[in-house]
Antibody, heavy 118, light 110 residues
Framework: QLQLQESGPGLVKPSETLSLTCTVS??????????WGWIRQPPGKGLDWIGS???????YYNPSLKSRVTISVDTSKNQFSLNLSSVTAADTAVHYC??????????WGQGTLVTVSS | QSALTQPASVSGSPGQSITISCTGT?????????VSWYQQHPGKAPKLMIY???NRPSGVSNRFSGSKSGNTASLTISGLQAEDEADYYC??????????FGTGTKVTVL
């Protein structure tokens, strides 16, 4: 059974960069035609698609975040990562890593809360 | 890109059927059969309930069904049960090669 686990700081200061890593177990990040991505959910609000990347580096980002987001993949560690620069309080959210199969997300991480505060 | 529009809340009694709508545009819901639906219980990660408009993943009850007409997709829950009380989100692929989620619907079982 595929499992995804997010890791990274739970607290980030305003104007700094939010960095999270997703470790994939139970399967190879290089197998198949999947996309690996990030989705966030501000407290009490809805889901917001951040972006996705294929194992060979093809990436797609939410246009509203594109100037601040980078998603990368490390096949040697079976991990992929999220960097979101110049964060503000509006970026406070539970961040989920996920595996997309075609047009839908079939596997989700448990989510990790990142709070932006000084 | 704007979030797809869903009703904020829908309620029904046990055993009844309810339908949740998801309205987009001709650039997303109306253009592609790439609409999926997710169920989210409080404090939990979302769970895939329907993909590609009408398909149900293995293990999901056949009480859940999906459909689409024009720019609006719908999720129907028949034989409503207490365990169905949750938030539901639709999602669609877009003409910009991105994805967009719906605003979310809270389902209450009376």
């Amino acid at each position: 059974q595929l499992q995804l686990q997010e890791s990274g700081p739970g607290l980030v200061k305003p104007s700094e960069t939010l960095s999270l890593t997703c470790t994939v177990s139970g399967g190879s990040i290089s197998s198949g035609t999947y996309f690996w991505g990030w989705i966030r959910q501000p407290p009490g609000k809805g889901l917001d698609w951040i972006g996705s990347i294929s194992y060979d580096g093809r990436s797609y980002y939410n246009p509203s975040l594109k100037s601040r987001v980078t998603i990368s993949v490390d096949t040697s560690k079976n991990q992929f990562s999220l960097n979101l620069s110049s964060v503000t309080a509006a970026d406070t959210a539970v961040h989920y890593c996920a595996r997309r199969r075609g047009s839908y997300v079939e596997y989700w991480g448990q989510g990790t809360l990142v709070t932006v505060s000084s | 890109q704007s979030a797809l529009t869903q009703p904020a809340s829908v309620s029904g009694s046990p055993g009844q059927s309810i339908t949740i709508s998801c309205t987009g545009t001709s650039s997303d819901v109306g253009r592609y059969n790439y609409v999926s639906w997710y169920q989210q219980h409080p404090g939990k990660a979302p769970k895939l309930m329907i993909y590609e408009v009408t398909n149900r993943p293995s293990g999901v009850s056949n009480r859940f069904s999906g459909s689409k007409s024009g720019n609006t997709a719908s999720l129907t829950i028949s034989g409503l049960q207490a365990e169905d009380e949750a938030d539901y989100y639709c999602s669609s692929y877009t003409s910009s090669s991105t994805y967009v989620f719906g605003t979310g619907t809270k389902v209450t079982v009376l």
